[in-house]
């Protein structure tokens, strides 16, 4: 794409130079119609960006090529349909400051940016990210923390953090560390996918300083982890910080058994545990990614018993409209009675537990 080796390594070349135009994707991608009408749209509901990086990983020719589908628009993303949300994970109604989502007892989702590296077009987001509707409110953020002392863990999230500068993300960090009853702080990112280029020794010296704290990243396809994205993780590895993943199951990109194994081995690989598959939220434009929950499923029961339990994730539907993560499994169980619990294993064979008397 024209820039030096020096050029490409820089985080800061790469946010320049994303991709945000049709006329600058036309030139490396060979643009299908209806990619070119959806292009023109598509800012009404989510900017399009791309890194050099990521782009540089598409398939120039494919339009059904499963990086490609994730981040370059369709038309079908500007249908709204009945069953269709801003706000599918009702996080608005439990912001009791801007920025900061308070839902589950003991923890909180802190939204420290709206502006992500590259904005995924099945953004659960959308109505935040990219524009100017999200204006965290920083210091009443931490006020509310310092006074709700049953807060204990601290996601922090976006948009994406990692965008935000070490000297800020130093600051965002040390406040959090200065509330004595928190104990465990997180950071979800895409930014080792996406712009790899970010992980640097200075940034992990940063967020190593603030352990425990873990990293989820986000990535959906073995693809995905190309050799700059591995070394990233393998820096944030070697720094001590534990690494997992959330995924999205997305039709057409990684709705199969198959490439979820693939994924799976890929992301151990990397020193990345699988952590969430999500059910994809039915945020606006989203119905032409979404699956049945039958097809997770069915997903899961084929990598159970196929590979080690580490490579399995916990397959999860955010319940609609606010009502949090919902674990989804096969069934295993298939009875109680009072002498035992009759179950199947992954091959459909049937066994019986004992159920011990009550003391």
Known sequence: MGASAAEWDSPTWQLRHSFCRAEQLQAVLELTPEEQRALAHSGKRLAVRITPHFLSLV???????????????????????????????????????????????????????????????????????????????????????????EVRDVLLSGGDPLLLPDERLE?????LRRIPHIELLRVGTRVPIMLPQRITPELCRTLRRHAPLFISIHCNHPRELAPQAEHALGMLADSGLPLGNQ?????????????????????????????????????????????????????????????????????????????????????????????????????????????????
């Open 171 to 175: 600051e965002l960090l040390s406040a």
């Open 247 to 359: 995924s999205v199951l997305l039709r057409g990109v990684n709705d199969t058994a198959e490439v979820q194994l693939q994924l799976a081995h890929r992301l151990l690989q990397c020193r990345v545990k699988p952590y969430y598959l999500y059910q994809c939220d039915p945020a606006y434009g989203t119905r032409h990614f979404r699956t049945r929950i039958e097809d997770g499923l069915s997903i899961i029961s084929r990598m159970r018993g196929y590979t080690s339990g580490y490579a399995v994730p916990q397959y999860v539907v955010d319940a609609p409209g606010g009502g949090g993560k919902v674990p989804l499994n096969p069934d295993y169980l298939l009875r109680l009675t009072p002498q035992a619990a009759h179950l199947r294993n992954y091959l459909g064979q049937a066994y019986a537990y004992p159920t011990p008397p009550e003391t």
């Open 59 to 149: 398939h120039p020719q494919d339009p059904a090529d499963p990086l490609r589908l994730q981040v370059i628009p369709r038309e079908a993303e500007l249908l709204h349909h009945p069953e269709e949300m801003e706000d599918p994970c009702g996080e608005d109604k439990d912001m009791p400051v801007p920025g900061l989502v308070h839902r589950y007892p003991d923890r909180v989702l802190l939204l420290c940016t709206d502006r992500c590296a590259t904005y995924c077009r099945y953004c659960t987001r959308a109505r935040l990210v990219s524009g100017t509707r999200l204006q965290p409110d920083t210091d009443a953020a931490l006020d509310y923390l310092r006074r709700h002392t």
